[in-house]
């Protein structure tokens, strides 16, 4: 069975850091491509950050470019995020998901399995 | 950065009625990365759909996905107590975006 477990959050003072971790199990870790997601209180989802298989190909949204920093330990079955310089607007739920993918006559991706995420407070 | 613009954003319907779900993109979408979650309150999003149209394993029928380019839709035939959540389309992508969501409540 394919499980994500998140772990990390808490409350932390504006420019303050957390670093969030996913341990991964079920599957073989080293195959997939990774994201963090996040939705703050009440709202929709936001994408966050994107790291391949390999960690070759990683990816920020415009948001958290330049704060935040996405990492995998294939060896470890892992997953994290470190958060930086963190502001009240980083106040969210956040999620690992793994990125499925089928292949037929096309290429198809996409979120298939989801962590049951970490809360992050940014408040002072 | 492609937006994908979800309509609308509540549907007020009774179990047993058809909900019909609309996500709009701000340019063409690729179907084989197009997808759509459901989420209850306190609980991480669920994939329903994916490619457009391809149900998730063990997603009901009456969970229909269509469209494609710049519109698709997200049909409920006939909605159960247990499908009133809301429901995010998403493009799979470098830079991946979520809609802003439908809230499906019950009337």
């Known amino acids: 069975e394919v499980q994500l477990v998140e772990s990390g959050g808490g409350l932390v003072k504006p420019g303050g850091s957390l670093r969030l971790s996913c341990a991964a199990s079920?599957?073989?870790?080293?195959?997939?491509?990774m994201n963090w997601v996040r939705q703050a209180p009440g709202k929709g989802l936001e994408w966050v950050s994107s790291?391949?298989?390999?960690?070759?190909?990683?990816y920020y949204a415009d948001s958290v470019k330049g704060r935040f920093s996405i990492s995998r330990d294939n060896a470890r079955d892992s997953l994290h995020l470190q958060l930086n310089s963190l502001k009240a607007d980083d106040t969210a739920v956040y999620y690992c998901?793994?990125?499925?993918?089928?292949?037929?006559?096309?290429?198809?991706?996409?979120?298939?399995?989801w962590g049951q995420g970490t809360l992050v407070t940014v408040s002072s | 950065e492609i937006v994908l613009t979800q309509s609308p954003g509540t549907l007020s319907l009774s179990p047993g009625e058809r909900a019909t779900l609309s996500c709009r993109a701000s340019?063409?979408?690729?179907?084989?990365?197009l997808a759509w979650h459901q989420q209850k309150p306190g609980q991480p999003p669920r994939l329903l759909i994916y490619?457009?149209?391809s149900r998730a394993t063990g997603i009901p029928d009456r969970f229909t996905g269509s469209g494609s380019g710049t519109d698709f839709t997200l049909t409920i035939s006939r909605l159960e107590p247990e499908d009133f959540a809301v429901y995010y389309c998403?493009?799979?992508?470098?830079?991946?975006?979520f809609g802003g969501g439908t809230r499906v409540e019950i009337k």
């Open positions: 998901a793994r990125v499925g993918f089928h292949y037929d006559s096309s290429a198809y991706y996409y979120f298939d399995y």
């Open positions: 079920g599957f073989t870790f080293s195959s997939y491509t």
């Open positions: 790291i391949s298989s390999s960690g070759s190909y990683i």
């Open positions: 340019q063409s979408v690729s179907s084989t990365y």
């Open positions: 490619g457009a149209s």
């Open positions: 998403h493009q799979y992508g470098a830079s991946s975006t």
